[in-house]
């Protein structure tokens, strides 16, 4: 990290305040470079939509970014993103998990906390067409598909990948829905949970073999919602087992490349102690960054810049890739 780099200064030290603000918070455009819409088709009845844009000069590399659940390549956070991205040179690629983005035409199938098979096709995919040195950097659900692919590569993924960064990421994904359930995140747990279940009735006009809808009335958290849809969607069997075999705390041991993972303590959503993993201390290429306050996902700086969580992280891949360019000289 660049010495003269600012540490965060929040806007707002109340954690809700920061998590609502962060999610509405106006975005700088993304007029000035074109977007081109990317079809990757990652298994035979799957396509993943990317929406991607080039500076005017030469790419430095690439930046692919995932969103968090029930979130879409237009996702605020993903944009300011972008805009930061291009500015400095870097491809950016706003990825939609598999039937997000309004893309549910695409695959019949939906997307998980673990489901990392499209990821990799897609990083497959955009590396042999492109060629370029990529970073991966994901948010919220999007940060633990990121960590938990990184882990299941293990070395071979400086193939495909120079670095992760995972920003607000319930790497132990049965504390997270329980502090989802609890009574003072109600107003998170009911956005999630209208927005799950629309997409089931969505997709019961499809499929109502599939999506049934007998459960939905009786749906009242997330883990109700994961119990009845997407442990029987997935053959996970149980929410349980969903959560234990999908959450990524349990690959970070393995992950080989650099990779950097961005908690505020006071994030509502993701109890900080799931952060207390012998990982950090015992695997060299995890680097973590706790900062006292920014919510879910929040981090506006009271100072300019006020995205100061896209600077941190393009500083990051800067300091990256500058390291990577002279162990290649040297």
């Not at 993103?81 to 983005?101: D, K, Q, V």
């Not at 069997?237 to 705390?249: D, E, L, P, V």
């Amino acid at each position: 990290m660049r010495p003269d780099f600012q540490p965060f200064r929040p806007f707002f030290r109340n954690a809700h305040l920061a998590t609502i603000a962060g999610n509405f918070w106006k975005r700088p455009e993304l007029a000035p470079w074109p977007v081109e819409p990317v079809l990757h088709r990652t298994a035979p009845d799957v396509q993943i939509l990317i929406q991607s844009q080039r500076p005017a000069a030469p790419p430095i590399g690439e930046i692919l970014m995932l969103h968090g659940l029930e979130g879409s390549s237009d996702s605020g956070y993903l944009v300011s993103l972008a805009h930061a991205a291009l500015t400095r040179g870097y491809a950016a690629s706003r990825m939609n998990l598999r039937g997000c983005g309004g893309t549910e035409h695409l695959a019949l199938t939906s997307y998980h906390a673990g489901q990392t098979s499209d990821l990799l096709e897609v990083l497959r995919q955009r590396r042999q067409a492109s060629g370029l040195p990529t970073f991966l950097v994901g948010f919220s659900l999007g940060g633990n598909i990121a960590l938990k692919l990184a882990g299941e590569l293990g070395p071979s993924a400086r193939d495909l990948l120079l670095g992760v960064c995972a920003v607000s990421t319930p790497i132990d994904l049965a504390a997270c829905a329980a502090a989802l359930a609890e009574p003072r995140n109600r107003i998170y747990q009911n956005r999630f949970l209208s927005r799950l279940k629309d997409r089931i009735r969505r997709r019961h006009l499809q499929a109502p073999d599939i999506y049934t809808l007998e459960h939905l009335p009786k749906i009242r958290t997330i883990i109700d919602f994961d119990e009845h849809y997407t442990a029987r969607l997935f053959n996970f069997g149980t929410a349980a087992n969903y959560f234990r075999t999908q959450a990524s705390n349990q690959f970070l041991e393995h992950i080989q490349i650099p990779s950097l993972l961005v908690q505020a303590k006071d994030d509502p959503l993701i109890p900080f102690s799931v952060y207390d993993h012998p990982a950090f201390s015992g695997n060299p290429h995890l680097r973590l960054i706790a900062t006292d306050h920014g919510g879910h996902v929040g981090f506006i700086s009271r100072r300019q810049p006020r995205f100061w969580l896209d600077e941190l992280l393009l500083d990051w891949i800067a300091e990256i890739s500058n390291k990577r360019a002279a162990a290649r000289v040297s």
